[in-house]
């Protein structure tokens, strides 16, 4: 929970009072109103405390003079973009998990700074502990619990309204990190429809539909079901439909969903397959983000489509060289079982484009080759040249790193099949953008922008400024900024 406060910073009285450092051509600065106990410190103990302003430096020290149990110092680099502020807090309150309340010197009074610092403050401030027991062996922390923005005046009903839309915001990017992080055992395709159920219960203008396997079948979901042939739990489409009356534009996300990616017949080496519970990253991307813009209550339709199948081999599952028919006809020809989420997002996006939404993006962890090209921070956006562009622009805005990728037309020939109209592989080489090419052969001419987030869904290393180990939300805060700047418009 964050909160807006009148309160000075030497009479707050919390665990950790958050400063930010700044790294200055004139030496290390700290960032704000900040009491002059901590401006003695920096100045007379950088040094020793060896402090030197880097991002994703993190030191808590003891108070003497204020009323706040600690202070925390905390590293923004050399610039202060939004975006580093953003991080240095965000590193901040992650560092204080099992703490209960903290406090931030806000760096500046820029209505983007209040923003970006009420943003860093809750994406820091989680802890996936579900899977932590009661017994001896239970290491782990609770999430940071609140933070006060010491703000110093009463606020504005503007700086209410970004509080308490970064609340709605990290609360979306949240339950996206929890679906990701939930171990595969417990969330398969109807486990993650209920989760859709109860996340839009009681949600004002929003509909839920969830296609079971029987259905999907009798829907032509070839792909869907080829997909999820091989599992004991069969696959689902959840569709949640956000229609506020007013609303002259419409958007459709579509998320891939497979809930564990083993690669089926084509099955992956075992070292880093445990990674691919977070195969369902974009499904949980694009639910979080309807959840979020019908509380927001944003004056923009916008429909999530949830591609939910698992990728396993049986006596049951798909072989390669089989034949897929697709929801619009396409015949596929399945020569790697292991490139299942465009065969799953490709029926979802012929069932998304059928009701003309004005734009489309889709979210998915779909290649090794995004995380070869761009590594494991940067998503790629590709797609129809506007569309991508509104991504990127929306991207940046929100913090975000995506990067613009090509989809050349003339590569498509490399998805050739010799018995059916595409294959679903072709040549290793620029493997991110044949995949991209695969799909846009089932959105037609309608906008489009396709978003590979294999590398940056899931932190597998190390957590970094406000981005934890496991599931990270990657997506959610690029989608909300570009809805809302649609509905704007
Ligand atoms: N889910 C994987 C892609 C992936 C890889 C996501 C690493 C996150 C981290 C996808 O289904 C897959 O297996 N893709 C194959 C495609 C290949 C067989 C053409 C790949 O990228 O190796
Ligand atoms: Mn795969
Ligand atoms: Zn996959």
Redesign the pocket.
Known sequence: MISLTQAAPATVSVDALVVVLAERPEGLVPLGDVPDEIRTLVSGSAQVLGLTGAADEVHRVPAHRLRARSVVLTGAGKASTPESLRRAVGAATRSLAGLTSAAVVLPDDEPETLTAVAEGALLGAYAYTRYHGQGSSSTTKPALGEVQLLLGHRPTKAETRSVQRAQVLAEAVHAARDLVNAAPNDLYPEAFADVARTATKGLKGVKITVLDEKALAAGSFGGLVGVGQGSARPPRLVKVAYSPGRAKRSVALVGKG?TF?S?GI?L?PSADMD??K??MAGAATVLSTVVAAARLNLPIAVTAWCALAENMPSGTAQRPSDVLTMRDGTTVEVL?T????RLAMADVLVAAVEETPDLVVDVA?????Q?VALGRRVAAVMGTDDAREEVVAAATASGEAFWPMPLPEDMKSGLKSKVADLAN?GERWG?MLL?GLFLAEFVGDTPWAHLDV??PA?NSKTAYGYTPLGGTGMGVRTLLTLLESRAER
């Open positions: 497979i990616d690669g084509s992956k990674e691919m977070s195969d790697n292991d490139a299942e989420g962890t779909l290649t090794g080759a995380v592989i493997g995949a294999a590398g899931y």
